[in-house]
Every structure is written in structure tokens, then in C-alpha cells.
Nanobody, 126 residues
Framework: QEQLDESGGGLVQAGDSLRLSCAASGHTFYLSRYATAWLRQAPGKEREFVAA?????????YYSDSVKGRFTISRDNGKNTLYLQMNNLRPEDTAVYYC????????????????WGKGTLVTVSS
């Protein structure tokens, strides 16, 4: 059964850094075959795309304006793991972060997502 497992969330102070990981498991579930993304959902708000990376060699990336220049998405195909490096965190980055995989590029619509992780909570204090 295909599964995505996020890790790396926690409580940090504004200006700190965190790296989220998302490990894929399941027979023949290779992240390199999918466009993959990180989304987040803050309390009382809709789920939003944060960053996405294309399949294969992962040579295309997308970032929301709110995280551009601070967050970096990457994928290690050998480890079948997706990452999100988050620097200079702000209180408004507080949310549950989800990793996701889909077939379309750009992966920018919730309806295009085939697989979801369960999420990891990031809390940024001021």
C-alpha cells in the first residue's frame, strides 16, 4: 500500500530553521514518477500549496509567494524521500504541513493530488 510519512515538524522560534522529510513506502511507489509537493493548513484556513517539484530529474520547482526565498523543496530519488528546508521561519508559517504526490505538472490543484501524507505540525513562536 502506498504511503507518505512526514517527519521533522516541531516548535521553533521566529527566525529558526526546520527541515521536513516525507518518506514514501509501498511496492513500486517511487516519488520520481510523480510531481510532488508540500502543502500546509493553518487553523481556520484552507489548505494551500507551499512548494512543488517535478517528476524525474526534478528540474522544475514552484513556490508560493509567501515562502519564496525562504523555503527550498528537494527530492532524493535514491532515498525515495521529499524534503522541505524552511529557513527564517515566521509565526505565519505555523500550520500542519502535508506532502503530496500527483501526476500533473504544475501540481497546483488539490484535485490533482493522488496521494497524501498525514501531516506534521510546525509551530513558530514570536
Amino acid at each position: 500500500q502506498e504511503q507518505l510519512d512526514e517527519s521533522g515538524g516541531g516548535l521553533v522560534q521566529a527566525g529558526d530553521s526546520l527541515r521536513l522529510s516525507c518518506a514514501a513506502s509501498g511496492h513500486t511507489f517511487y516519488l520520481s514518477r510523480y510531481a510532488t509537493a508540500w502543502l500546509r493548513q493553518a487553523p481556520g484556513k484552507e489548505r494551500e500549496f507551499v512548494a512543488a517539484i517535478s517528476w524525474g530529474s526534478a528540474d522544475k520547482t514552484y513556490y508560493s509567494d509567501s515562502v519564496k526565498g525562504r523555503f527550498t523543496i528537494s527530492r532524493d530519488n535514491g532515498k525515495n524521500t521529499l524534503y522541505l528546508q524552511m529557513n527564517n521561519l515566521r509565526p505565519e508559517d505555523t500550520a500542519v504541513y502535508y506532502c503530496a504526490a500527483g501526476y500533473n505538472w504544475p501540481l497546483s490543484r488539490i484535485s490533482d493530488i493522488q496521494y497524501w501524507g498525514k501531516g506534521t505540525l510546525v509551530t513558530v513562536s514570536s
